[in-house]
């Protein structure tokens, strides 16, 4: 797979950190369809995609400041 070296999955820590969400919260907006859904890594493993983490992010960034063009920026 060509764009394999782009792909990264981060763990529960990490999405906790970035987002300053607890699991708990994190799992009901799954539920709610509000929230990335992570992917199976194995029987009692999940990783989510940092890209999808990272959009979700920019996503609240611009419903919290809409005169705000760049989230990244």
């Known amino acids: 797979m060509e764009h394999a070296a782009e792909i990264r999955l981060i763990r529960l820590p990490e999405v906790k950190s970035r987002t300053g969400l ?3 919260t994190i799992y009901l907006r ?3 369809g509000k929230f990335p859904a ?3 890594l194995g029987m009692r493993a999940v990783g989510w ?3 999808d983490i ?3 992010l ?3 960034i611009k419903i ?3 005169d705000h063009i760049d989230a990244k920026a």
Do not use: A, G, N, V
Request: aromatic share 10%.
């Open 49 to 51: 995609l940092e890209f």
């Open 22 to 24: 607890s699991r708990s």
């Open 58 to 60: 920019d996503d609240r």
């Open 38 to 40: 992570p992917i199976s």
């Open 30 to 32: 799954i539920k709610e």
């Open 54 to 56: 990272q959009q979700w």
């Open 64 to 66: 919290s400041r809409p």
